[in-house]
């Protein structure tokens, strides 16, 4: 079964593409050169059209929507020569705020999560450190019970909205047990003493998007910052991966689809030795392989998101998602720039720009590697 867009979904759809077309294709050379998109500034616009909180609860400034908007979001945010600020309205919407959402108190979901879902804050997820990355069980940040709160101390590095973030959903240890126990999820607000911004990072991609090393110097947050339950942080954290990799899978469907059309194009109008590109018979077969596997993986996606519309779960699916949007963004980034020859590999050509995002979707999120091994062990092949 796959899924049936409605009038409202196309509706959605031409809203969320009209907004990327008018306010952020006409940056995306400023914010590049910048190392930044104003989040605060776009934030709120995307708020008050509803972007920021498609399927969480009304009460707290969400829409009640279901996920199937989530997936055109997704892959019309990814619709434009930048893929950052896609990247960056993930974390957003569904990498720092699932957990508050789901597990949140009603209190700190009214503090933190509503004006998330308005734009008046900025949200980024704080787990990876210089120690612990894709082994999220490593990570040594620590918040210590002290009365009604707790200390924190570690560092925090490649944090996505870290800059400009107003909060914080940090994974951190609340207790001595070593491995997957004793760690919770903290909102930690970044105006705290003791937080600083140490180093604002600079990347291969993803430029107009802000990454940062963070540094907490016993930072005091309120005991009823944490998410959930006390010891429960890394169950919590696990399921908020599994919506971080599926908005990036969804991102991937609208680039890859984006990119494919336009070198499709740029082949028609392109002539060389006396006809078009595209009459070139190996060009006309790549491409042609590549919008298979592309048609495959998008219907594969909209699969898994129908799958988790009904309320299955879709952990393997979206395992699967994730490793394959990496693997097709890289290949497809790659010949989309070959095809376009030396002009493609000039800075002013989106395919420049696109081979260097593209990169980033088989490391984020869960590597290509860590994607592999939760294969292997679904399946029954890890012999662990």
Same mark, same amino acid.
């Given at each position: +079964?796959?899924?049936?867009?409605?009038?409202?979904?196309?509706?959605?759809?031409?809203?969320?593409?009209? $907004?990327?077309?008018?306010?952020?294709?006409?940056?995306?050379?400023?914010?590049?050169?910048?190392?930044?998109?104003?989040?605060?500034?776009? $934030?709120?616009?995307? !708020?008050?059209?509803?972007?920021?909180?498609?399927?969480?609860?009304?009460?707290?400034?969400? =829409?009640?929507?279901?996920?199937?908007?989530?997936?055109?979001?997704?892959?019309?945010?990814?619709?434009?020569?930048? +893929?950052?600020?896609?990247?960056?309205?993930?974390? &957003?919407?569904?990498?720092?705020?699932?957990?508050?959402? =789901?597990?949140?108190?009603?209190?700190?979901?009214?503090?933190?999560?509503?004006?998330?879902?308005?734009?008046?804050?900025?949200?980024?997820?704080?787990?990876?450190?210089?120690?612990?990355?894709?082994?999220?069980?490593?990570?040594?940040?620590?918040?210590?019970?002290?009365?009604?709160?707790?200390?924190?101390?570690?560092?925090?590095?490649?944090?996505?909205?870290?800059?400009?973030?107003?909060?914080?959903?940090?994974?951190?240890?609340?207790?001595?047990?070593?491995?997957?126990?004793?760690?919770? &999820?903290?909102?930690?607000?970044?105006?705290?003493?003791?937080?600083?911004?140490?180093?604002?990072?600079?990347?291969?991609? +993803?430029?107009?998007?802000?990454?940062?090393?963070?540094?907490?110097?016993?930072?005091?947050?309120?005991?009823?910052?944490?998410?959930?339950?006390?010891?429960?942080?890394?169950?919590?954290?696990?399921?908020?991966?599994?919506?971080?990799?599926?908005?990036?899978?969804?991102?991937?469907?609208?680039?890859?689809?984006?990119? /494919?059309?336009?070198?499709?194009?740029? /082949?028609?109008?392109?002539?060389?030795?006396? =006809?078009?590109?595209?009459?070139? &018979?190996?060009?006309?077969?790549?491409?042609?392989?590549?919008?298979?596997? $592309?048609?495959? $993986?998008?219907?594969?996606?909209?699969?898994?998101?129908?799958?988790?519309?009904?309320?299955?779960?879709?952990?393997?699916?979206?395992?699967?998602?994730?490793?394959?949007?990496?693997? /097709?963004?890289?290949?497809?980034?790659?010949?989309?720039?070959?095809?376009? !020859?030396?002009?493609?590999?000039?800075?002013?050509?989106?395919?420049?720009?696109?081979?260097?995002?593209?990169?980033?979707?088989?490391?984020?999120?869960?590597?290509?590697?860590? +994607? /592999?091994?939760?294969?292997?062990?679904?399946?029954?092949?890890?012999?662990?």
């Amino acid at each position: +079964m796959t899924l049936q867009w409605t009038p409202e979904h196309e509706l959605f759809r031409r809203t969320v593409r009209e $907004f990327v077309a008018s306010e952020v294709a006409p940056h995306t050379e400023e914010w590049e050169a910048a190392g930044a998109f104003p989040a605060h500034e776009l $934030f709120k616009q995307m !708020g008050a059209l509803g972007f920021l909180g498609l399927e969480y609860d009304p009460a707290f400034g969400g =829409q009640g929507a279901d996920h199937s908007y989530t997936v055109i979001l997704g892959e019309e945010m990814a619709r434009v020569d930048t +893929m950052a600020v896609a990247m960056a309205t993930g974390v &957003q919407t569904d990498m720092a705020t699932p957990s508050l959402a =789901q597990f949140g108190s009603p209190e700190l979901k009214q503090r933190y999560l509503a004006p998330a879902c308005r734009g008046e804050m900025v949200a980024s997820i704080a787990v990876t450190e210089p120690d612990a990355g894709s082994d999220v069980a490593a990570i040594r940040t620590r918040a210590v019970r002290d009365g009604d709160e707790y200390v924190i101390t570690g560092t925090k590095l490649y944090i996505t909205n870290g800059v400009q973030a107003d909060w914080l959903c940090l994974l951190a240890r609340t207790s001595d047990e070593g491995g997957y126990q004793g760690m919770s &999820q903290l909102v930690v607000p970044t105006d705290r003493p003791g937080f600083s911004v140490s180093r604002k990072l600079s990347k291969l991609g +993803m430029r107009a998007s802000d990454t940062a090393e963070l540094v907490l110097d016993e930072v005091r947050v309120p005991a009823a910052n944490v998410i959930g339950v006390e010891g429960r942080g890394f169950q919590q954290q696990m399921a908020q991966f599994q919506n971080e990799r599926m908005i990036g899978a969804y991102n991937a469907v609208g680039a890859v689809r984006d990119a /494919l059309a336009r070198t499709r194009a740029y /082949l028609q109008e392109r002539r060389a030795f006396g =006809q078009p590109l595209a009459a070139n &018979q190996y060009l006309q077969f790549r491409l042609a392989e590549l919008s298979a596997r $592309f048609s495959m $993986f998008e219907a594969y996606c909209h699969s898994c998101a129908e799958d988790s519309l009904r309320g299955q779960d879709t952990t393997r699916q979206t395992t699967i998602c994730k490793l394959e949007a990496g693997r /097709l963004l890289r290949e497809v980034a790659d010949w989309c720039l070959q095809f376009h !020859g030396g002009i493609g590999y000039m800075e002013e050509t989106w395919t420049a720009r696109f081979f260097r995002d593209a990169r980033l979707w088989s490391i984020g999120g869960g590597a290509d590697e860590v +994607m /592999l091994r939760t294969l292997a062990r679904t399946d029954g092949f890890a012999t662990e």
